[in-house]
């Protein structure tokens, strides 16, 4: 039994507090944390917003500076629109520097429903007509700026920029059978929903004359249906078909490769035919040459377990395999699944390839035809992102993890191509989120710690400071309630595998006092949940929680991604994360002996997507621990899920391996007090999934709680703040074991730009 002593009671000010750390409010409290930049053409310069301010940086003159006079530009915008205007507030939008053709200080730029021109040497604000429509979301503007690329009925269009002529470079797409979009399942529904439409999947060739995209086949695939009780118009409910292939089913989406000539309106096809279209085979393609002499693509093969580089000619088609890999288990070309490959095809035609063949994750150099010469880094560490290659100099830059005690720590570190004169560019304790410029030259570091925000500074190639740009603190955090989590390591439950995790302490910590634990999870081999830096993914939610008075833990279990890749392996062939689960049980475990304030008695988790696995999975496989759970949008059962996820994960499926990957035939387990919460026209995770959990739990004569939210996709977009309540209100009645408060969030507004991109 809980005394009544440690029981919280929570009021308005409470949830209003808690709202505050979420990511979208936490960005106004820290409003210089994030530098996001954006280069010049050259890449010897680059703008970013710092709060309400743009900055110009220049790194060879060591300089930082407004991007233009702020003042007198809202002195000369408020006189020529008729509104009031701040300096530190403008209302910009679409806005371009650089602009062909004019002076470096010319800045255009719509504001106030209207399109603006702004020179300081001019000191005016001149309304200027836009050039044409637009370029909206999921049109694709060429090098030169001449040209935007876009997606009509399936084919691929180009306009002039100014909008006056137009012309498609396909005519031949049918229904199923189209250019430059995504396949149906995980798309379909949430696109239109996200207000994005039609997106054009492309890429232009450096001279802006061709482009490289894809088509896409789809007839044949079976249909999954999803309805629509409340449409927008009113009226019947709308029946959504959704053309979604699941793991074992003989049909699948294919796609083939085509250059598209703007000059001929040529169509050139990929030789070879087509091929099983993976997860993330379309961004996998890319121009190389200054002038686009040859587009290299990245094929992964069904199961995942062989990775190939091949070499397509954009005038005839050809297409040769360079570099291929195969695996006992998949075969990736970078560390974590979202961001780019870490493979570099340099000028001379020499290829960087990255690859966990030693157990690691290294970098190889291979000839133009794909002879490997030699290895380039070596070492039980891993390279985690390429920077940038100097080939003059015969050097590479890299982000390097596993060269301190925590392995997830980011490194600034250089080698010669060769494999010698290896240097850390850094040394400390900070991890090290960098970038660089295409054409490199300078680094870009944000450095920064769980407790520290990102201290942003341009770094020369030998990390000697040029130019100091931001170093926020975290007053206005921390008069808001917050402080930083304990970065920790344990024991995985084999006894030997160091893991490690965060801990945050609920707000008002009284060490006197006892209090429950959430665990904020996600499992699984595509992300880690944990980071040493001051944000990731889930930057604010478990803040939140830790101000309604939760002690909150986030842990990266055996089967997550960048270490070695044994540890990534524990959960190949073992989607139902069992290792990690137990890891996640020790970890809360050993945390409780170790801090008295702690009640391992009270325990409740909860996730989004595989989250919402792991959640149901926890409750119902290790009810002695976890009473209370949420699952937000839970594959519950991954044999109906995308085939990628089973087949390149876990291998193929049988009636034997099934059990394993479905939640429902635990069901009759199901002690504590579980929510499911899924989107009812969530194409990603259908809703079938929680319905036949559902299902299981009633035959079970279980009792749950389920809110299925309409409209919405697997995100919740529009909704989150709601879900978010709901959420937090089940941990607070079940937890504390008291009445919410009324509170009630308001919809979230704009995410900043660190959380909807976060580093990789």
């Not at 440690?6 to 308005?12: F, G, M, P």
């Amino acid at each position: 039994m809980t005394d009544q002593a440690d029981r919280i009671r929570l009021t308005d000010a409470d949830y209003a507090r808690a709202e505050q750390m979420l990511a979208p409010y936490r960005a106004r409290l820290i409003p210089t944390a994030a530098v996001v930049p954006e280069w010049s053409a050259d890449g010897t310069r680059f703008r970013y917003r710092s709060g309400g301010r743009y900055v110009l940086v220049d790194p060879a003159a060591g300089t930082r500076r407004d991007a233009f006079d702020h003042e007198q530009l809202a002195a000369a915008l408020s006189e020529a629109s008729g509104h009031a205007v701040a300096a530190d507030d403008l209302p910009l939008t679409a806005v371009e520097f650089d602009l062909p053709g004019r002076d470096p200080d010319v800045v255009r730029f719509s504001a106030l429903d209207a399109g603006w021109e702004w020179s300081d040497r001019a000191g005016t604000c001149t309304p200027v007509e836009t050039d044409g429509p637009p370029v909206g979301p999921g049109e694709i503007l060429s090098p030169d700026r001449t040209l935007v690329a876009f997606r009509r009925d399936g084919n691929v269009w180009v306009r002039s920029r100014d909008g006056r002529r137009e012309f498609a470079l396909t005519d031949d797409a049918v229904p199923h059978h189209d250019y430059g979009g995504f396949p149906e399942a995980g798309t379909k529904l949430k696109l239109p929903l996200l207000g994005m439409g039609s997106l054009l999947v492309a890429e232009w060739s450096p001279d802006s004359t061709r482009l490289i995209t894809h088509r896409i086949d789809q007839r044949g695939l079976p249909e999954q249906v999803l309805v629509e009780a409340a449409p927008q118009g009113g009226g019947r409910p709308v029946a959504h078909r959704i053309r979604y292939p699941m793991p074992g089913d003989d049909a699948q989406a294919t796609v083939t490769w085509h250059v598209l000539d703007v000059r001929t309106g040529q169509n050139v096809p990929a030789s070879g035919g087509p091929e099983v279209l993976g997860q993330y085979n379309l961004a996998r393609r890319w121009w190389t040459g200054k002038d686009g002499a040859a587009v290299h693509l990245l094929h992964q093969s069904r199961d995942g377990r062989t990775l190939e580089l091949r070499r397509l000619d954009p005038a005839t088609g050809a297409r040769t395999t360079l570099i291929t890999e195969t695996g006992r288990t998949r075969v990736d070309p970078s560390p974590y699944l979202h961001v780019p490959p870490l493979v570099r095809v340099l000028d001379s035609g020499e290829i960087l390839w990255w690859s966990q063949r030693d157990g690691w994750g290294h970098l190889y150099r291979y000839s133009a035809d794909g002879e490997l010469l030699g290895r380039v880094t070596g070492g039980q560490w891993l390279v985690r992102r390429v920077l940038w290659v100097d080939e003059d100099r015969r050097r590479v830059w890299f982000l390097a993890c596993g060269l301190n005690d925590d392995p997830y720590l980011r490194q600034i570190c250089r080698v010669d191509l060769d494999g010698g004169g290896f240097v850390r560019i850094t040394d400390d304790d900070l991890d090290h989120d960098a970038v660089t410029p295409p054409q490199g030259g300078y680094l870009l570091d944000r450095a920064s710690t769980v407790s520290v925000p990102p201290r942003a500074r341009v770094l020369g190639d030998d990390g000697r400071v040029r130019v100091e740009l931001e170093a926020p603190d975290t007053a206005a955090l921390e008069a808001a309630g917050w402080s930083p989590p304990e970065r920790f390591r344990t024991t995985a439950a084999d006894g030997r595998t160091p893991i490690h995790g965060l801990l945050w302490r609920p707000h008002g910590f009284d060490p006197a006092r006892r209090y429950p634990v959430v665990d904020h999870s996600y499992p699984g081999p595509n992300i880690h949940r944990a980071s040493p830096a001051f944000g990731d993914l889930f930057t604010g939610e478990p803040e939140a929680l830790a101000a309604l008075g939760f002690a909150v833990v986030a842990l990266d279990g055996r089967g997550t991604p960048v270490r070695s890749k044994a540890f990534l392996d524990q959960s190949y062939g073992e989607l139902g994360v069992t290792a990690a689960l137990d890891d996640h049980v020790a970890a809360i475990r050993e945390l409780g002996r170790r801090h008295a304030w702690l009640d391992t008695d009270r325990v409740g988790i909860t996730g989004h997507s595989g989250g919402g696995f792991f959640t149901v999975r926890a409750m119902l496989t290790r009810p002695e621990l976890f009473s209370v759970g949420v699952a937000q949008a839970g594959p519950h059962d991954f044999s109906i899920y995308l085939p990628f996820w089973v087949e390149q994960n876990y291998g193929e499926l049988t009636g034997e391996t099934r059990r394993a990957l479905v939640n429902t035939v635990h069901a009759g387990n199901l002690r504590g007090r579980l929510l499911l919460i899924d989107g009812e026209l969530d194409d990603n995770v259908l809703p079938h999934h929680a319905m036949r959990l559902v299902d299981a739990l009633i035959q079970a004569d279980a009792d749950v709680d389920m809110l299925v939210v309409p409209s919405v996709e697997h995100d919740f977009t529009g909704r989150r703040h709601y879900v978010t309540r709901r959420t937090w209100d089940h941990l607070v009645r079940h937890l504390h074991g008291t009445e919410p408060p009324a509170y009630r969030l308001a919809p979230f507004p704009e995410m900043p730009e660190w959380a909807v991109h976060p580093g990789g």
